[in-house]
């Protein structure tokens, strides 16, 4: 298994939904995960610590964990069968550690909120283009719209993500 970060999100023009990049720590490699606008929405809105009156089903699943008296120890992403990506979840709890199923997109936005590491499968990890351009870390999220406060309400999230345009994010050419 090889660490990953978040590098990127962004919509996938050709099949219009969007995408997660995980790029290999210290590294080139990457791996894109086609994902949910849910998911995809609880990602960024923890990326610009944007809070909400009531948790999200991955603030809820956060609690979860930690009021059973577990702590999350990383999150793998395992393999891709028939174009489905299958992750999991490491949890620690009186010294033994349980794995449990998960889509990578919810381990993702579970793994950030805990700021726990997230691992790919080597296999998974893919050279990007000779001819797509490096990330330069400017580029992987655009600012949300301003607001007077730090809360924004579900139907002005949708809009916001709903007007990102692919080059907000970078090239998802692979």
Same mark, same amino acid.
């Given at each position: 298994?090889?660490?990953?970060?978040?590098?990127?999100?962004?919509?996938?023009?050709?099949?219009?939904?969007?995408?997660?990049?995980?790029?290999?720590?210290?590294?080139?490699?990457?791996?894109?995960?086609?994902?949910?606008?849910?998911?995809?929405?609880?990602?960024?809105?923890?990326?610009?610590?944007?809070?909400?009156?009531?948790?999200?089903?991955? #603030?809820?699943?956060?609690?979860?964990?930690?009021?059973?008296?577990?702590?999350?120890?990383?999150?793998?992403?395992?393999?891709?069968?028939?174009?489905?990506?299958?992750?999991?979840?490491?949890?620690?709890?009186?010294?033994?550690?349980?794995?449990? #199923?998960?889509?990578?997109?919810?381990?993702?936005?579970?793994?950030?909120?805990?700021?726990?590491?997230?691992?790919?499968?080597?296999?998974?990890?893919?050279?990007?283009?000779?001819?797509?351009?490096?990330?330069?870390?400017?580029?992987?999220?655009?600012?949300?719209?301003?607001?007077?406060?730090?809360?924004?309400?579900?139907?002005?999230?949708?809009?916001?993500?709903?007007?990102?345009?692919?080059? #907000?994010?970078?090239?998802?050419?692979?």
């Amino acid at each position: 298994m090889i660490e990953v970060v978040v590098s990127r999100l962004g919509m996938d023009p050709n099949q219009q939904t969007y995408v997660v990049v995980l790029q290999e720590k210290d590294g080139a490699r990457l791996l894109p995960i086609w994902i949910g606008q849910a998911e995809a929405e609880s990602i960024v809105t923890h990326m610009h610590n944007i809070t909400h009156a009531r948790p999200l089903t991955h #603030d809820l699943c956060k609690s979860l964990i930690v009021g059973l008296g577990a702590a999350l120890r990383r999150v793998q992403i395992t393999r891709v069968e028939n174009n489905t990506y299958y992750g999991e979840l490491h949890l620690e709890r009186a010294g033994a550690i349980v794995q449990v #199923d998960s889509r990578p997109s919810d381990a993702i936005a579970i793994a950030l909120r805990f700021d726990a590491p997230i691992f790919a499968a080597e296999t998974l990890l893919v050279l990007p283009d000779d001819d797509e351009d490096e990330p330069t870390g400017d580029e992987t999220f655009t600012s949300p719209p301003a607001q007077d406060s730090s809360e924004f309400n579900a139907e002005q999230l949708k809009k916001y993500l709903e007007h990102l345009r692919p080059e #907000d994010f970078g090239k998802f050419n692979l």
